[in-house]
């Protein structure tokens, strides 16, 4: 098999069936047959490799895991029916009361409400560092932390938190590094070629990339794997056969669409860089961004979020919201349409003041998931929504 990422992103597949087909079938199945009693008894003792019951595996949802672990170059992996569902199974199955988590305090606000609402009740902790302060993170570790967390790049704000510092820390102080990668993918950054031991994707995003099914998937260590696969055995959040099909299908083009997504970014990103409306721009591949030599170092292209603030503050950004005209207004990211949103007034709007700007969401910043269209389209319509 080629090493290539396009090449094993398209040749890596279930075994053909007898009918020889050429595109792996949809395995629409809730259940699998067995030969005799002793072949059943050996499958359940997990003496035989086999698939049993499709909340286990499945052959879509094994092919589509076996393309993340080859993209991320892990040694194993499980896949859930949401992003989320993969956050949270991944922290449940590897936390004990009285564990403590280190995160970067820059995540996702449903991540954020795992931390601070739903983790406590079993007694698990966070502590959060900022992520331009990476040097305070080892005074934020009890004997007790088990797991150092980030995302990078970040939603909203698209900040850039350096692997290979986060990696040295965990490793110095024997934590395990979990890394979110959504924003990224696996063909723009592979975190554990820096020293994450487990990485995780909402491949409701990039992964799919036009806006039609959710996923999730963690990948990583096979001994923590282990662990996440008997977790989620037993409690079911796993992939549906359908939905794992769609998304093994939406990684044979993976390459190809972000690299046009991160081309079309950057050239929107360096046009709002010059508008009078802006205050600041951040998108990676920008040498204004605070963190872009780090961003040049771990991720092959910027990516398709682009971060921007509208003089005016949160009146400004609901008013450029309502003057779009060709661009989505929705809560997603990563479609093949371009999408605009303004935190402050909408997904963060329950936050203080104070915390939003704590994590770089201020008043006037809009969040723009750059798609597919034609740049000139997408730069007219920014434009016009931008002016008076």
């Known amino acids: 098999m ?34 005799d009693a002793e072949e059943m008894r050996a499958s359940f003792a997990e003496e035989k490799q086999r698939n ?114 986060l990696a040295s820390i965990a490793k110095k102080h024997k934590l395990l590094l979990i890394i979110d990668n959504c924003f990224a993918t696996p063909y723009l950054q592979n975190p554990i070629k820096f020293g994450a031991d487990l990485v995780i994707h909402s491949a409701t995003k990039l992964i799919d990339g036009q806006g039609r099914v959710l996923g999730g998937v963690t990948v990583g260590k096979a001994e923590l794997v282990k662990e996440i696969y008997l977790f989620s055995r037993n409690t079911g959040p796993a992939m549906s056969p359908f939905n794992a099909w769609v998304l093994s299908k939406s990684l044979e083009t993976l390459a190809l669409r972000v690299d046009k997504h991160c081309e079309n970014a950057l050239k929107i990103a360096q046009f709002l860089e010059g508008h009078p409306k802006i205050n600041v721009v951040k998108y990676p591949f920008l040498p204004s961004h605070p963190q872009y030599t780090v961003a040049r170092k771990q991720m092959k292209l910027g990516g398709n979020i682009i971060a921007f603030e509208i ?35 909408t997904t963060h709007s329950k936050l203080s003041e104070e915390d939003r700007l704590e994590v770089g969401i201020t008043d006037g910043l809009v969040r723009c998931s750059v798609g597919l269209e034609n740049t000139n389209d997408i730069i007219n319509d920014l434009n016009q929504a931008l002016g008076d």
Not at 14 to 24: A, N
Not at 314 to 328: P, V, W
Request: charged residues 20%.
């Open 311 to 345: 003089k005016g503050g949160i009146a400004a950004g609901r008013k450029f919201l309502d003057k779009i005209q060709l661009c989505s207004l929705s809560a997603n990211l990563g479609d093949s349409r371009t999408i605009v949103t303004h935190p402050a007034s």
């Open 2 to 35: 080629s090493q290539h990422f396009e090449t094993e992103a398209i040749r890596i597949q279930t075994e053909r069936s007898q009918f020889s087909e050429h595109s792996t079938p949809l395995y629409l199945t809730s259940s699998f047959v067995f030969e």
């Open 52 to 165: 049993l019951y499709s909340r286990f595996s499945n052959p879509n949802t094994t092919e589509f895991v076996d393309k993340i672990v080859a993209m991320e170059g892990a040694e194993a992996g499980y896949a859930f029916a949401t992003g989320m569902a993969a956050v949270f199974s991944t922290f449940a199955a590897l936390l004990n009361t009285g564990d403590h988590i280190v995160s970067s305090r820059s995540v996702f606000g449903s991540t954020h409400s795992l931390f601070t609402k739903y983790l406590p009740k079993w007694g698990i902790e966070t502590s959060y560092f900022k992520v331009n302060e990476l040097e305070k993170i080892e005074s934020l570790i009890q004997p007790n932390t088990k797991i150092l967390y980030a995302e990078s790049p970040t939603n909203p704000a698209v900040d850039i938190l350096d692997l290979e510092v």
